[in-house]
């Protein structure tokens, strides 16, 4: 009997990979199909979940309200699908101009010699693992009215002696912007650099024989063969942003409300976890549906674990 | 040779992104030695040593010196309670996900089995949905799961169950494990099985050639997965956010809170503390890496 299992290389497999399978389906797959169920729920007056099925959060989501201002039973009001859209556009927005931030980057570390490389690399990881909060932290002292970047515009105005007030620039959605690029930027540079990298030396030599200039280099052997990079973080990128609330929390106040805040605030100061689970939902299935799109159109880079 | 190697274009937008990278982390630094208490502008350097004088919200001087903020950091009470969670979390999440996702990695790449796709699947999930998604996820599984509990039992008070330390570590594992799986099995693809088969024909059972053999030869893989482990649980908000309770409070949690209040130079000093085990950190992970592309 013993020896039977011992040599049972399928029962070997399951045994060592159970306890995984313990913390994926207890912690991430059960975690899933509850808020799915919960998100046809509703709730009752102290934020416990009542199960039922009912569409209504989502009906709430698409805009159409029961609690209106001039007492109809009925009204429509965009406010959640301005949430999500402005979420996604932010989304396409810090990812491509992360692209263009990191690509010559990319190339440049890259095309530096090996012992070099490592130091440049390092470089970039600093800034990767400090912490997210810290970063965003950062961001705050310097885009305050009191802080460093218009301390320094005031300096350089003030000696070429023009009058210059303080701008406004944090709690803005251009600060939201600035703060998620810097957030995700080193997420972008990693893959680049590492399909940048296989590239070999003679495929650029082979190109410069055959009177290619260094446009025509770039667009027909660089950067078709460093597509799956781009792929890789732009999934590293895209999906984060959707979800990320602090960023918008610390630098957008009160005035850039993200999915990811009006998810956070369901479940924390609302207590309506039943449309929370909803958004939250629509949000998975957002990024799972462009993910999809975008890896099918360009493939799935292998590129994708960072480390 | 590629003539867009030198290109000076290339070398200056690198340059800025560089700043763009490197500025930020600038300004944190030096206002964790700034002497105004309310830190929104920089007054300068505390310079004296001496016992604790302050002027209109400025430290004239200070026991510490410039370093006055990094000793009011040593004192405060709920950093080092914080800091304490965060290492407590990292370490107990990072040895349970290396051990689970070592042995995933080895029955992925070794055996053959039913559920071998549904795990490889399900070992994606976490990097292809937002944070958050799992974070509300485990919240309210965890909040359903403790209320049933404490009124079928009749818990009350201090004998109810709730969010805390156990709820953040356990989904800690969950999210390590599939990136410690990812290193490790890129470590596996590379290996050379002759090894091990040497050990059996010399009459070493599994058991020995497991430890004698596989894990030694692993060893670089399964630890670069533990560095990788140990940086995701101290860096992670989100998830913490979501499952943290009374008394687990983290680091990222703490600076959090304080960021809706006023902010002293206390969480600069604590940012540059941070920044400077980061450092330590990812040098140590490029060390291991490049010794492990050597040998």
């Known amino acids: ?307 | 040779m590629n003539p867009n190697k030198r290109a000076p274009h290339v070398i200056l937008l690198t340059i800025l992104v560089y700043f763009f990278l490197y500025a930020p982390i600038f300004v944190l630094v030096t206002y964790s030695f700034n002497a105004s208490k309310t830190n929104i502008v920089f007054t300068g350097v505390i310079t004296q040593f001496g016992d604790l004088k302050l002027v209109d919200g400025n430290v004239m001087q200070s026991p510490c010196g410039p370093f006055h903020w990094f000793c009011e950091l040593g004192k405060n009470q709920e950093v080092m309670n914080a800091a304490k969670n965060t290492l407590v979390i990292a370490f107990i999440s990072t040895f349970s996900a290396t051990v689970i996702g070592t042995l995933a990695a080895l029955a992925l790449q070794r055996y053959n089995f039913k559920l071998k796709t549904f795990s490889e699947v399900a070992l994606y999930i976490p990097i292809v949905i937002p944070e958050i998604v799992m974070g509300i996820g485990i919240l309210t599984l965890f909040s359903q799961i403790f209320s049933y509990l404490n009124n079928s039992f009749g818990l009350s008070g201090d004998g109810r169950l709730g969010l805390g330390l156990t709820t953040v570590i356990l989904s800690h594992i969950t999210f390590s494990i599939p990136f410690v799986t990812l290193v490790v099995r890129a470590r596996l693809q590379g290996f050379d099985q002759s090894f091990e088969e040497a050990a059996m024909d010399l009459g070493a059972n599994e058991v020995v050639t497991f430890w004698r053999v596989t894990l030694p030869m692993l060893l670089p893989g399964v630890l670069s997965g533990a560095l990788m482990a140990f940086t995701l649980s101290l860096d992670d908000f989100v998830i913490t956010f979501f499952t943290n309770g009374p008394g687990s409070t983290t680091l990222p949690i703490y600076v959090y809170g304080l960021l809706r209040r006023i902010i002293t130079p206390q969480v600069n000093a604590l940012s540059t503390v941070w920044i400077l085990v980061i450092f330590l950190a990812v040098f140590l992970l490029q060390w291991l890496q490049n010794r492990e592309v050597r040998s």
């Open chain 1, 1 to 307: 009997m013993l020896r039977k299992l011992r040599e049972n290389k399928s029962f070997q497999g399951i045994l060592l990979i159970s306890p995984t399978l313990l913390f994926m389906i207890g912690l991430l797959i059960l975690p899933l199909i509850l808020t799915t169920i919960i998100s046809f729920g509703s709730r009752n007056s102290d934020g416990g979940v009542i199960y039922s099925f009912t569409l209504d959060n989502y009906i709430r989501l698409a805009g159409f309200s029961t609690s209106c201002d001039n007492g109809a039973t009925s009204c429509f009001d965009p406010l959640y699908a301005q949430i999500l859209w402005r979420s996604l556009a932010l989304a396409l927005e810090t990812t491509i101009i992360v692209i263009i931030l990191a690509y010559p980057l990319s190339y440049f570390i890259a095309r530096a010699s090996a012992k070099r490389r490592n130091t440049f690399l390092f470089l970039v990881l600093v800034p990767l693992w400090t912490n997210f909060v810290i970063r965003v932290y950062a961001w705050m002292m310097i885009l305050r009215t009191e802080g460093v970047l218009n301390g320094v515009i005031g300096a350089v105005f003030g000696f070429l002696h023009i009058p210059f007030t303080p701008l406004n620039m944090l709690y803005t959605p251009g600060a939201v912007l600035v703060g998620m690029v810097y957030e995700f930027l080193p997420f972008m540079i990693l893959p680049i650099f590492t399909s940048l990298e296989k590239i070999d030396n003679s495929l650029y030599e082979a190109a410069a024989d055959l009177g290619a200039n260094s446009i025509r280099t770039f667009l027909r052997v660089t950067l078709p063969l460093s597509m799956p990079g781009v792929v890789a973080g732009t999934i590293l990128v895209f999906i984060p942003v959707m979800g990320t609330f602090i960023v918008s929390d610390i630098l957008g106040g009160r005035q850039v409300i993200l999915v990811g805040n009006l998810i956070q605030r369901q479940f924390l100061d609302a207590r309506d976890p039943t449309f929370g689970s909803a958004a939250a939902l629509i949000l998975m299935v957002m990024t799972l549906v462009v993910t999809y799109f975008y890896t099918r159109k360009f493939g799935f880079g292998e590129e994708i674990v960072i480390g």
